[in-house]
């Protein structure tokens, strides 16, 4: 069973950029397609990027396309997220999310109920 453990979470003015990692354990990292969600108040969990095991294939929500940049070491069973020209409206708990995947270049990415495992979350907040 794999826990994951996210960290990097902070205190951003807009326009900044953070990178927020997750860290694996108790399981072959390599065998896991990742994701990032994230959880605003009263809102419900979705999804802002997703990495294939093998990294060839990525996702990303529209909301984030072309200011976040999902990426994955497997040497160091870590899941990265670089935000980058943040905004207030991505202020959330992000959370990082594995699924056992037998195919290298399977992603997940049409919700949470396709994620096994989960951390317990690193808050984001963006002041304007």
């Known amino acids: 069973q794999v826990q994951l453990v996210e960290s990097g979470g902070g205190l951003v003015q807009a326009g900044g950029s953070l990178r927020v990692s997750c860290a694996a354990s108790?399981?072959?990292?390599?065998?896991?397609?990742l994701g990032w969600f994230r959880q605003a108040p009263e809102k419900e969990r979705r999804i802002v990027a997703a990495i294939s095991r093998s990294t060839i294939n990525t996702y990303y929500a529209d909301s984030v396309k072309g200011r976040f940049t999902i990426s994955r070491d497997n040497a160091k069973n870590t899941v990265y997220l670089l935000m980058n020209s943040l905004k207030p409206e991505d202020t959330a708990v992000y959370y990082c999310a594995a699924a056992a995947t037998l195919h290298p270049s399977t992603i997940y990415y049409s919700g949470w109920s396709d994620y096994d495992y989960w951390g317990q979350g690193t808050q984001v907040t963006v002041s304007s």
């Open positions: 108790g399981g072959p990292f390599s065998l896991y397609a």
